[in-house]
């Protein structure tokens, strides 16, 4: 059933955005947790990997348990970024640490990687003294960044905010420089295709498909305070008076 699943989540997620459906299909949405649709073949190490609004591993739909949190932000480094050295992987994800905690961090992470998903998910290559680092050749990460990337290439608005649960690796309590840059990248890559998406509807007249857009990008970005006064602003024509006034008390919570 799950490439069944996998669909019903888009097609949910494209309710959510026709004004006759929306009031009825957000609880629905909220209660899809889809697998991938998938198949695994023979002999390979299938792993899908979510990391926007939570932070979790699936083998063969078991979910993978890591004490390091850095373990899930290197194995998608090296599925984005494969045959990097370890102080290129040092310097890109944990710059801020010296090179003898850097070092033992990674050692430790790597290790855990192999016990936990098996000895042939890190690939070394190259010299002894500077290898590089990959995943195996065995190994398939479905990664929700990379589909959410071709949702929004392929114009699949819908697809790509069924993928976005919220920002990238967003409980990561250490700090990486590369993870708030991929967290910004997808920020503003769905934001401005819902922008450009809520004016082609406010040209086309259809005002409350431009209010339903303008909630999905406060759901991606609740802090845009011009969205916010623009919503209030809209939704004094087409909205309820209970749907106008959750949007103002949002829009004075937010406002300094």
Excluded: C
């Excluded at 050749?137 to 929700?144: E, I, N, T």
């Amino acid at each position: 059933y799950r490439p069944d699943l996998h669909e019903l989540a888009n097609l949910v997620q494209r309710a959510l955005l026709d004004p006759d459906l929306a009031s009825d299909t957000q609880l629905v949405l909220e209660k899809l947790n889809v697998p991938g649709s998938e198949v695994p073949v023979s002999g390979s190490l299938h792993l899908r990997v979510y990391t926007l609004g939570r932070s979790e591993i699936e083998r063969e739909g078991e979910t993978i348990t890591l004490s390091l949190e850095g373990g899930v932000l290197t194995l998608v480094y090296l599925a984005l970024h494969p045959g990097r050295t370890r102080r290129e992987l040092e310097a890109t994800l944990y710059p801020d640490r010296d090179p003898k905690t850097a070092g033992d961090y990674f050692r430790a992470v790597f290790r855990e990687l192999r016990v936990r998903l098996g000895a042939e998910v890190i690939r070394m290559e190259g010299s002894a003294k500077q290898p590089r680092y990959s995943l195996g050749p065995d190994v398939h990460v479905h990664l929700d960044v990379t589909e959410l990337r071709s949702a929004l290439a392929a114009g699949d608005l819908a697809g790509a905010l069924a993928l976005y649960r919220g920002p990238f690796l967003a409980g990561l309590r250490m700090e990486s420089e590369w993870a708030e840059e991929v967290r910004e990248e997808l920020r503003l890559l769905l934001t401005m295709e819902l922008r450009s998406r809520i004016a082609q509807a406010r040209e086309a007249g259809d005002l409350r498909r431009a209010l339903l857009l303008m909630n999905e990008l406060l759901r991606v970005d609740p802090f845009d305070l011009s969205m916010l006064e623009a919503r209030v602003a809209l939704a004094r024509e087409v909205a309820s008076p209970q749907e106008l006034a959750r949007y103002v008390v949002e829009l004075h919570r937010m406002k300094p």
